[in-house]
């Protein structure tokens, strides 16, 4: 039977290009949209996955890494006062202007962290080293963010006004880009403290290093004591920033009603094609059935037909939202298509394929065989 | 080969029951090619699609090649059919897609036969009706008398005990429709039969038997002798 469905399907070329562009586009959709959720999701806590840790220690109410209070610098002796604390990392994660050389000011978050051991902050680097930020008035900025600040290429060495204060660009990393496409600038603590006028020890945020993860729960019990402080694995931390953005923004929902429309069209277009195949053979397919076929075998028909369908509509729509990667890149977004997401895409488009065959099945099933002698 | 025994068959039910067979019964024996006449509405296509397990009788028995269908699930009768059984139709409901081979091998394929033995079998039976050049031809590409004898190899390809047949020629030529006949009765032999439901009295020449039927009744059943 599967000669005689691809053949059938291949004969008709016309329902054939409709169906697997229909096929394709659903694919397409549905890959981008989950690889832009896991992108977002990605962004919104690249930092707090980069900057590593068991336990982060915050002001009392913060619930994302964006928005944070500075804590005092007491709070470094409360933290490095705990037994199971290995090493306690302060990371400065905070909102800052710089202004242009066209007079205009533009916001940007600045970013400083003690990296994790083999963790270096900032990562992705173009141009230049982590350590290149160690020397005074350095900061990182993204190539995708250069022309946004009005930073000349080649970046390194070009001054930066940045808080009324001059510092210089140290070296450039790629495609680190926040949820909001802010652009990040990243510094030595010490820099980003002089440039935000903080004090020694103070930090917006404390990673901690734990000896055993398994004193975490007493750890955050009694650094939690302290009435303006709060602690979150950092796992959970992470769920909480991108909850807030991706879920809380309405960004997911978005993505995921793009995906669904997607699939409708999808659905529609290989339901309609799949339909109308069978349609037009179904007396030939009646006269197999006179012949003695099976209703499984008549339902291969089509089925072979869906699962053709499937897959190379799946693999030219996998092929489209890889080359949509490359492109939505350049504009500093973050298509995630990795083993899981491909999979569950491409599993999806399956059982829209599946679905959109139902209709076209039963009608084969039910065939009136009779109908030959009509 | 086929035995039917009252068979009555009514469409609809209450008031708009419409009965179209009553009390039919008939026998055909290997090696017997039976035409089976009358004029529309007379019961031909719903006795023919009876006597083929496509529908089932409002009452009587029938059986094929020595089983009681009327008895059988549809399953179970959707197998005498494919062992035992060929169709040839008034068009040829060939797929257009695939090629003359690929349609009568494909048919030999959903049998069971492995596809290069289905193959050898379909090259042969469209060699016997005379398609050697035609193998690889689509229905579009073939003329209305070459794609009903694809059908006929394709019919005949699986060696079926029973061939039926309506109104086979009733789409062809006058020498077309004499050649599709003539490779129907050099089929028939000892062991073989068919039944062809026609208007086409070109056709009685070939004939062992020749019944009528009339609202729904055989009105005639006429045997020919052979010198």
């Known amino acids: ?374 | 080969m086929i035995g039917a025994w009252g068979v009555n068959m009514t469409y609809g039910k209450g008031a708009l029951a419409t009965p179209v067979l009553h009390d039919v019964s008939l026998t055909i024996d290997p090696g017997q090619l039976v035409l089976l006449t009358g004029p529309s509405g007379s019961g031909k296509t719903t006795l023919v699609s009876i006597l083929a397990g496509l529908i089932r009788p409002t009452a009587g028995t029938v059986d094929v090649c020595g089983r009681r269908i009327t008895a059988m699930t549809e399953g179970e009768i959707a197998r005498v059919r494919r062992a035992h059984v060929g169709f040839v139709f008034q068009t040829d409901n060939l797929f257009p897609a695939l090629t003359a081979i690929d349609n009568v091998a494909e048919v030999l394929a959903l049998r069971g036969m492995s596809r290069v033995l289905a193959r050898v079998r379909a090259n042969d039976a469209l060699v016997a009706v005379g398609l050697a050049e035609r193998l690889d031809h689509r229905p579009g590409e073939l003329s209305g008398g070459q794609r009903q004898r694809v059908s006929v190899a394709r019919a005949l390809a699986g060696a079926p005990s029973l061939l039926i047949g309506d109104e086979i020629t009733s789409a062809l030529d006058g020498t077309t429709a004499l050649q599709i006949m003539h490779l129907v009765r050099t089929y028939i032999t000892a062991h073989t039969a068919a039944l062809i439901v026609t208007h086409d009295h070109r056709l009685e020449r070939f004939a062992d038997r020749i019944i009528a039927m009339e609202d729904g009744r055989i009105v005639s059943d006429t045997r020919r002798e052979w010198s």
């Open chain 1, 1 to 374: 039977m599967i000669r005689i469905s691809l053949q059938s399907l291949l004969f008709e070329r016309g329902k054939l290009f409709a169906a697997l562009a229909g096929v394709a586009f659903a694919a397409n959709l549905v890959l981008v949209q989950a690889g832009l959720f896991f992108g977002f999701e990605h962004a919104s806590t690249a930092v707090i996955t980069r900057a590593g840790g068991d336990l982060w220690v915050m002001a009392r109410g913060t619930q994302l890494v964006d928005f944070a209070d500075v804590l005092s610098p007491g709070v470094q002796d409360v933290v490095r006062a705990e037994p199971c604390v290995e090493r306690a990392r302060p990371v400065i994660f905070s909102w800052a202007q710089v202004r242009k050389p066209s007079g205009g000011i533009d916001n940007v978050q600045l970013i400083a962290a003690e990296g994790a051991p083999g963790r270096a902050l900032p990562w992705s680097l173009d141009q230049g080293l982590p350590d290149d930020l160690r020397a005074p008035m350095r900061v990182a900025v993204d190539a995708a963010d250069l022309h946004r600040l009005e930073i000349p290429d080649p970046a390194i060495g070009q001054k930066v006004e940045l808080m009324d204060r001059s510092v210089y660009v140290g070296a450039v990393t790629h495609g680190i880009r926040s949820f909001t496409v802010v652009p990040y600038l990243f510094a030595d603590p010490r820099e980003a403290r002089r440039i935000l006028g903080l004090g020694d020890g103070q930090a917006t945020f404390w990673a901690l290093d734990l000896r055993d993860p398994g004193c975490a729960a007493e750890v955050r019990a009694s650094i939690e004591e302290h009435p303006d402080l709060q602690v979150r694995d950092r796992e959970e931390f992470e769920a909480m920033t991108s909850h807030y953005w991706v879920i809380g923004s309405g960004a997911g929902a978005t993505l995921a009603f793009a995906a669904l429309l997607g699939l409708i069209v999808g659905l529609v277009v290989v339901g309609q094609t799949l339909y109308s195949l069978t349609e037009s053979r179904s007396r030939e397919l009646a006269t197999l059935k006179t012949m003695g076929a099976s209703g499984r075998e008549l339902a291969a028909f089509v089925l072979w037909q869906a699962g053709f369908l499937a897959a190379i509509g799946s693999a030219v729509g996998l092929a489209w939202a890889f080359g949509l990667r490359m492109l939505v890149a350049k504009i500093g977004l973050t298509v995630v298509l990795d083993g899981p997401v491909i999979l569950g895409g491409l599993g999806v488009i399956a059982m829209m394929c599946a679905l959109a065959s139902l209709a076209s099945v039963r009608k084969v099933i039910r065939l009136e065989a009779a109908k030959v002698f009509k």
